[in-house]
């Protein structure tokens, strides 16, 4: 296990979301001396009383390629936890198929490697519990390229579960021996001191001088849907429909805007269909608040916890969702640990724990529409990348080149190669990046040489890289040099 904590961290971020696959890593280290890729890895952060919290453990990011900076002499490094293994992973061939009739518990149990668990993915399987009974029973059928990590998502999106890890010390203080542990619990139990996510007590922060504090509020949805329709079976084969519409569309004063759930797991009758109809009616017509908090090394904190406010009188009425005044817990559903030469600190986003409950941990409970799924997509994309970098743009007068002059420093110029046509890559402080992914490789293995489309090859004298594009095109991005 490498301690980052032994390299000269200029800053470090370690964040999460409810709706993130893997907990992330992104550090940035003054030093060209940097632990090889797959290395386990463990951040731990002095909280406000003083104790060491582990705020990650996972591996470094094989798919991502250092970012080195030679004149620097920096480097950024990323990593996942390990649930990036089961990303990685297929179903196997003798579990393509969860019968409604096999056992949640060991199925889950199993795609994590059983007893072999440590060998196999790396991540134990520590408190898998089944799912509500309530819930219909499903059969899930795999296909064979389908990741362990994509299906266990989606076991769990269907029974209204949640699917986490968090890490544990299974040593000594002196001799740590850190475990990755998974949990698979129903979302309902999140608190529970058996089934749950043994998670902090509640924890009320107080208003300090440090504290930084801003209220938003997403996705207030009362105009996005005004019928909606929940629509499920019973194990016999009988269909209910449950409908809710506002009271403008009963009277014809306003269209439609439906949204459907089909087929509903919560629906096996008349009145489920009804009730869960206004369940899911009432969440999108519920204006959500989103509370957004700075706080100085509250590295205790957790995801998942619930918290409160307390000393913002200015924000008593608005802290908390329309309606509810006086439910004032609040669950952590967005956490980033932030680390530099001078502060430390701890960025969460909450949301009234009512609006979690309601369904699921909001946002789990429905599928948003293709609209939705884009942006979010199209964001969270956004959200991962480099910082931006800002620059002016040179068009070309001819040919297929444009360069950017950046405003730090460098350029990039961007090319479009067509058939038959190469770049060549020196491996010195130039940095490539092809559309499709992949990137700058300095000594590729002979299974690598077809990449992403390209030819890689080596030159005559065996000290560059040459990328050929055999068919189609390929826009290239070349930074060069940085001053």
């Given at each position: 296990m490498v301690d980052l904590n032994a390299y000269p961290l200029e800053s470090l971020k370690v964040s999460k979301t409810i709706k993130d696959a893997f907990w992330q890593l992104e550090s940035h280290i003054v030093d060209v001396s940097i632990?090889?890729?797959y290395s386990d890895v463990l951040i731990e952060l002095e909280d406000?009383?003083?104790?060491?919290?582990?705020?990650?453990?996972?591996?470094?990011?094989?798919?991502?390629?250092?970012?080195?900076?030679l004149v620097e002499e920096a480097v950024d490094i990323y990593a996942y936890d390990l649930r990036w293994f089961l990303s990685r992973q297929f179903v196997p061939e003798s579990q393509l198929v969860l019968a409604d009739t096999d056992s949640i518990i060991v199925y889950i149990e199993d795609l994590l490697g059983g007893s072999s668990w440590a060998t196999v993915t790396g991540v134990e399987?520590?408190?898998?519990?089944?799912?509500?009974?309530?819930?219909?029973?499903?059969e899930f059928i795999f296909n064979p390229d389908t990741s362990k990590l994509d299906a266990i998502a989606e076991i769990a999106e269907y029974y209204n579960c949640i699917f986490e890890v968090k890490w544990r010390n299974a040593g000594t203080e002196q001799s740590p021996n850190w475990i990755t542990s998974a949990y698979f619990i129903r979302s309902g139990e999140i608190d529970d001191d058996t089934d749950g996510l043994d998670l902090p007590l509640p924890a009320v922060l107080e208003k300090t001088d440090n504290d930084i504090l801003e209220i938003t509020v997403a996705n207030s949805s009362d105009d996005k849907y005004n019928r909606i329709i929940a629509k499920g079976c019973d194990s016999s084969g009988n269909?209910?429909?449950?409908?809710?519409?506002?009271?403008?569309?009963?009277?014809?004063?306003?269209?439609?805007r439906e949204y459907m759930e089909y087929p509903s797991p919560y629906v096996t009758s008349q009145a489920s269909a009804d009730q869960r109809a206004s369940e899911l009616y009432a969440l999108f017509n519920f204006?959500?608040?989103?509370?957004?908090?700075?706080?100085?090394?509250?590295?205790?904190?957790?995801?998942?916890?619930?918290?409160?406010?307390?000393?913002?009188?200015?924000?008593?009425?608005?802290?908390?969702?329309?309606?509810?005044?006086?439910?004032?817990?609040?669950?952590?559903?967005?956490?980033?640990?932030?680390?530099?030469?001078?502060?430390?600190?701890?960025?969460?986003?909450?949301?009234?724990?009512?609006?979690?409950?309601?369904?699921?941990?909001?946002?789990?409970?429905?599928?948003?529409n293709s609209v939705d799924i884009?942006?979010?997509?199209?964001?969270?994309?956004?959200?991962?990348?480099?910082?931006t970098e800002i620059g002016v743009a040179t068009l070309p007068e001819s040919g297929s080149s444009a360069s950017v002059a950046l405003n730090r420093g460098g350029t990039i110029t961007a090319k479009v190669l067509g058939s038959g046509e190469s770049i060549v890559l020196p491996i010195n402080n130039e940095r490539v990046i092809v559309s499709g992914g992949g990137g700058g490789f300095s000594n590729p293995a002979e299974e690598d040489l077809d990449m992403n489309g390209f030819?890689?090859?080596?030159?005559?004298?065996?000290?560059?890289?040459?990328?050929?594009?055999?068919?189609?095109?390929?826009?290239?991005?070349?930074?060069?040099?940085?001053?």
């Open positions: 632990p090889v890729n406000q009383s003083g104790n060491n919290k582990a705020v990650f453990c996972g591996i470094t990011a094989p798919d991502e390629s250092y970012d080195l900076k399987p520590y408190k898998i519990r089944s799912p509500d009974s309530a819930i219909t029973k499903k269909w209910y429909t449950g409908v809710v519409e506002s009271s403008n569309v009963t009277n014809g004063t306003a269209k439609p204006p959500v608040k989103r509370i957004s908090a700075t706080l100085t090394k509250r590295h205790d904190l957790e995801l998942y916890q619930l918290v409160k406010f307390d000393g913002w009188t200015e924000y008593t009425d608005v802290l908390y969702t329309v309606g509810m005044t006086g439910v004032n817990w609040v669950r952590i559903v967005e956490i980033s640990h932030l680390k530099t030469a001078t502060s430390s600190e701890v960025h969460i986003v909450c949301v009234p724990d009512r609006d979690l409950s309601h369904s699921r941990l909001k946002g789990y409970s429905v599928s948003p884009t942006e979010s997509i199209v964001m969270d994309v956004l959200a991962s990348q480099a910082s030819k890689v090859k080596t030159s005559s004298t065996g000290k560059d890289l040459i990328f050929e594009v055999p068919t189609g095109q390929k826009i290239v991005f070349t930074r060069s040099t940085e001053e």
